[in-house]
């Protein structure tokens, strides 16, 4: 099995290594990540003439490495376009995201959107996340569990599957406290108070955590503000034992289906008899 690799935390992130020792087990890896942290960037892409730089990185393992310094999805593209002569890896795998992909989160994670483009190229494409977002998260238990996931995915993959793309959430919980794994929906939520005020002490704890850091210096026009975006996240959920970010604070392991496929179809047929 030929696998193609990348994530939205960087090249040197703990979970890329974890996911490319994980999938070993699969096939020959070929990991194309960002060279740079690029969360909530989606499936953005890197157009025009802004200078890609690429590197080749033959000290890392297993596999092939290399690194872009652009989006998530431009990466996956990339490896698609230079790595396989027919752009034809059997498995896009992106991850192990440092944080929660649940819920609307989805709506804005790079990993996602990495794993999107995977199966917008008709590849079989798996998002994997822990709901952690520090640097030094332990993987343990989805370097024990997620093979088994794997291969329970691949055994069962349905045949007409174009646009389909499968996300993974993990609790950040001990092995011996996690409950199972659920096939679940995308969980309902949103953020408020996303924009508050600019903290630099916050900004140093966030560069003390090993986060990459901010570039603050370009001063203030006068009359200028500066915020930051962070926010907090409210649930929505009518039925939480469904949503995935519920049942991973429940102790569970979620599989959510996704689609590339962007066309709702209950209004779809409700506007078609209408007609």
């Known amino acids: ?86 752009r034809d890896p059997d498995l896009v795998i992106c991850g192990i995201n440092h944080g929660s992909n649940a819920s609307m989160a989805a709506n804005y994670s790079a990993t996602l959107g990495a794993t999107e483009e995977g199966a917008l190229n008709g590849v079989k494409a798996i998002g994997v996340s822990l709901c952690n977002y520090r640097p030094d998260a332990d993987f343990s238990v989805v370097r024990k569990r997620l093979p088994a996931i794997i291969h329970f995915l691949l055994d069962n993959w349905p045949k007409d599957s174009f646009g389909l793309f499968y996300n993974i959430n993990f609790p950040d919980i001990p092995d011996s406290e996690i409950k199972g794994v659920k096939i679940t929906r995308q969980g309902r939520g949103h953020w408020v108070r996303e924009f508050q005020s600019w903290d630099y002490d916050r900004l140093l704890n ?48 979620t599989i959510t289906p996704h689609s590339v496929d962007r066309t709702e179809y209950k209004e779809y047929e409700r506007l078609r008899k209408l007609l």
């Open 1 to 86: 099995m030929k696998i193609l690799i990348s994530n939205d935390d960087g090249y040197r992130a703990a979970g890329l290594q974890t996911l490319a020792e994980v999938m070993t087990e699969f096939g020959d890896i070929t990991v194309v990540a960002p060279k740079f942290h690029q969360s909530a960037m989606s499936m953005a892409v890197s157009l025009g003439y802004k200078r890609l730089v690429h590197k080749s990185l033959p000290d890392m393992s297993p596999g092939r490495w290399e690194y872009l310094d652009a989006t998530p999805a431009s990466c996956v593209k990339f490896g698609l376009e230079y790595c396989f002569e027919n």
């Open 206 to 253: 966030y560069e003390a955590a090993g986060f990459d850091p901010v570039d603050t210096s370009k001063p203030l026009e006068e009359g200028e503000d500066a915020y930051m975006m962070i926010g907090d996240f409210i649930d929505d959920e009518t039925a939480p034992h469904e949503g995935d970010h519920s049942l991973n604070e429940a102790g569970w392991i």
